[in-house]
């Protein structure tokens, strides 16, 4: 069966659009090429990273997986801990992007590498499978038979293999490679061959695990062959437990993996522009409004251990040095892409422009290109870079993209008319219409951009430039040809220009920005301070940073090192509401603001605020505890106890495991047998009715017992705790301990520890007829 479908360049990358029509549309990355400026180096920078990295140790997983000898070993790190192949992937589309955007032929040579090397992987493989996931024949063999629970017995599988399936996308959709295209499609079938297999209901099983945009590159091919079962497969590949309350309005997202969600209502409304469902629309309209406004920090990131924080809630933000995820912003951008080319609002260019300066600008280290997994807006911590050796995380794969796509959404445009999003230096070279625009602007440094327009012939079009939220109303100002021209726009609009334009016609556009402050969502006395929308933030020292460059341990993405108390942090102390006036410019330094009358303690008063995408290597505060002269002595009591609690149960931490979140129980390498996981008043848990382990480290052996952390009303739980096989407790939970959370320990036998060899598996197993208690924290103690 065939899907009609109406054919234009929907997309940046070429590809084709759907039965519901856009408001605007993207360029093509090839006609938009950046200027100097911070983005085109960032580019430039990628690209080296890019090229160091040897494909063919990328490829060593495919390969191995697929019968052959690899050329290479494969990389360390996640590439060989279970998650192998997904870099490969991700490199595709890098490549794929890099090449679009920049020319260069020496990024195309290394893309047709990888495919040709690929290819013979699918080949071999004979049923259009192409991954890196180990053991993939047995285990596939499983899934498609039907033992849908056995999917968690791998490292999110259906993950790790999307990154794959979207590169052979994109390396057709950005550079028209006709190979990709047809080991796109064989891989395409595969997927319809297994979800036309399995129920409904084994569908639903599986996909409770992360499976990154499945239901998106489905339905990408279903609008590239016009084949009705693709679109079919990628329906099925959509899991309704988190698609049916988003199209109700409800927001059920407290504490779910945040990255594991985005993605999906990627494909929700790659479905919805294929179809036009309304539902499936509604979904991704009100989850980007929902975690945009109520479930993102200033920078645009969300997540706190990579999980949403409760929207009402968000001190774990603040003390947590697992902050905001890069993949998930990577991912929040290109669902706000597909929202603006639908609509056309400039409230979605307005997030997007906040997150890619603060948030995917700021994660890539300038001068060695390394990556950034973790945001922290805990006040005093710091960010840890990849290496292209070492590092081979989720947020190094989205990382090689989000540098090489900075051209994608500055322009865009209907068939007649032009749209200016962006203030980045740049051309654009709109051939259909004899058109060329050049934007030369300093901008954030400076509040002015100049756009000249080169056109073979004179033409009537709008030019409908951005009027940003954060520019006053009135404030704006457009001179054409040097002369001031009027315009009914307001702040979060087009100021469109309708004239018959010229060659050599040029437009100065000037934009005020103003200083700001603005609060965590849930009105929490934290603040951010803004000028314009760039987040300003300040360098408090360079102490205590440990592997401040990842090695390649497997919590290397984790900035370890000492988290400094937040009592002994720079706050803002002011009996007045309105706190910006008080952050001042320091005169001859752009973009450089001083806060002193209002910083307190004292020694920190000469800190500057700067750019935060222009702050690195360094610890930093973004986020600012506000407080008046009477709150201030309460405070300081209050968190002193809190504090002390926390620093002395840290020290004593040896290895921490947060039962049911995802990438915590990952990187303790869970196993598990009849298992269940949820979340009772905020905390996540796991129970069993068979049994459920971890590993945990103590390479110094100097573990001395085992705190676990259950809730009170558990009760009737009959179940073991082993280390390394041996029991060390039977547990017999008969009454209740009440409505609350409370920890128990458990000595370690010191004869388990000497035999131990640096490694504790934790297994909790239910006795016959009964359950585990649910755990909420497994500590290891010295």
């Known amino acids: 069966m065939k899907i009609k479908i109406l054919i234009g360049l929907s997309l940046s990358f070429c590809s084709l659009s759907a039965q519901t029509p856009f408001a605007v549309q993207a360029f093509k990355s090839q006609e938009v090429q950046l200027l100097s400026s911070d983005f085109s180096k960032a580019q ?55 090449y679009a955007s920049t020319g260069d032929v020496k990024v ?12 013979k992987c699918q080949d071999k493989n004979g049923d259009g499978y192409l991954g890196g996931v180990p053991g993939s024949k047995v285990f596939w063999a499983k899934i498609f038979n039907g033992e849908v629970e056995k999917v968690s017995e791998k490292w999110v599988p259906f993950y790790n293999i999307h990154k794959t399936f979207a590169g052979l996308r994109d390396a057709w959709l950005y550079t028209q490679n006709k190979q990709a295209k047809a080991m796109l499609l064989k ?22 695990t992360e499976y990154g945009g499945v239901n998106e590159v489905l339905a990408d091919v279903a609008a590239i062959t016009g084949d009705k079962k693709y679109l079919l497969a990628a329906q099925k590949f959509s899991q309704k437990a988190i698609l049916n309350p988003l199209i109700k309005h409800e927001d059920k997202l407290d504490n779910l993996h945040a990255n594991t969600q985005i993605p999906k209502i990627i494909g929700f409304k790659r479905i ?27 920078i645009g990131g969300n997540s706190v251990r990579e999980h949403f924080n409760p929207a009402n809630n968000f001190s774990s933000m ?41 948030h995917i600008l700021s994660t890539q280290q300038p001068e060695t290109g390394g990556f950034v997994y973790f945001t922290p807006m805990r006040p005093g911590h710091y960010r840890v870079y990849s290496q292209p050796e070492t590092s081979m995380w989720c947020c190094v794969g989205s990382g090689i993209e989000n540098h090489a796509k900075y051209n994608e959404l500055i322009y865009a445009h209907t068939a007649k008319n032009l749209y200016v999003n962006l203030f980045i230096p740049s ?152 706190l910006a006036k008080y952050i001042k410019p ?3 330094k752009p973009l450089t603001f001083s806060a002193s009358k209002i910083i307190y303690p004292a020694q920190y008063k000469s800190l500057e605020l700067i750019p935060f995408y222009k702050l690195h290597n360094s610890r930093y505060v973004i986020y600012w505890q506000t407080e008046n002269e009477n709150q201030l002595k309460a405070r ?74 259950y809730y009170g009303r558990d009760t009737k739980r009959l179940f073991n705790i082993l280390i390394n096989g041996e029991i060390i407790v039977s547990e017999n939970f008969k009454s209740s301990k009440g409505d609350k959370f409370y920890t128990q320990d458990y000595e370690i036998p010191a004869a388990l520890l000497e035999n131990a060899k640096g490694v504790l598996v934790v297994k909790f197993e239910a006795l016959q007829g009964s359950a585990t208690a649910g755990i909420y924290e497994v500590r290891l103690i010295r």
Not at 639 to 662: H, M, N, W
């Open 44 to 98: 430039a920078t990628d690209l080296k990273y890019m090229m160091a990295l040897e494909p063919d140790r990328l490829l060593a997983p495919y390969l191995r997986e697929a019968g052959l000898t690899p050329k290479a070993t494969n990389y360390k790190n996640w590439e060989s801990d279970g998650l192998d192949g997904h870099i490969g992937g991700h490199y595709l589309t890098a490549l794929s992007l890099m």
């Open 187 to 208: 891989f395409a079938n595969w997927h319809v061959a297994l979800s036309s297999k399995l129920t409904d209901k084994q569908m639903e099983t599986l996909l409770r």
């Open 318 to 358: 603040i003390s947590s040095e697992q902050g905001p995820e890069t993949c998930n912003t990577y991912n929040m951008l290109k669902l706000t892409k597909m929202l603006y080319q639908s609509e056309g609002l400039v409230n979605y260019i307005d997030y997007y422009e906040r997150a890619l300066y603060n």
């Open 427 to 578: 051309v654009l070279n709109w051939n259909e219409k004899g058109l060329t625009l050049t934007q030369q602007t300093k901008f954030p440094e400076e509040e002015v951009t100049l756009l000249k327009i080169n056109i073979k012939k004179p033409a009537t079009f709008s030019l409908n430039i951005r009027y940003p939220k954060w520019v006053d109303t009135g404030l704006m100002k457009i001179k054409v040809n040097k002369r001031e021209v009027k315009f009914s726009a307001k702040p979060g609009s087009y100021a469109a220009i309708t004239q018959t334009w010229k060659n050599g016609d040029e437009v100065e556009v000037t934009l005020p920005m103003k200083t700001t402050t603005e609060q965590l969502p849930d009105g929490s006395n934290y603040v951010a301070v803004l000028h314009g929308p760039i987040v300003l933030a300040a360098k408090t020292d360079t102490t205590n940073m440990k592997d401040l460059y990842a090695d390649d341990s497997r919590f290397g993405h984790v900035a370890n090192d000492k988290q400094y108390p937040l009592l002994g942090m720079p706050i803002f102390v002011s009996e007045q509401q309105n």
């Open 108 to 119: 195309k040579e290394r893309l047709n590498y990888m495919l040709q090397e690929l290819k």
């Open 586 to 588: 320091v005169a001859g």
């Open 272 to 298: 919805a522009e294929i179809d036009g469902n309304e539902d499936y629309n509604q979904a991704a309209r009100f989850f980007w409004e929902t975690v945009t406004q109520r479930r993102s920090v200033a």
């Open 636 to 709: 300081q009591e209050k968190l002193a106890i809190e504090e002390e609690a926390l620093a002395k149960l840290d020290a004593q931490t040896i290895d921490l495991v947060y039962p049911g979140e995802q990438q915590p129980e990952s990187d303790h390498f869970m196993k598990s047998e009849k298992s269940e996981s949820g979340v009772n008043n905020g905390k996540h848990w796991r129970d069993a009715k068979a049994w459920f382990s971890y590993q945990l480290a103590d390479a110094k052996k100097e573990a001395k017992k085992l705190q676990i952390t």
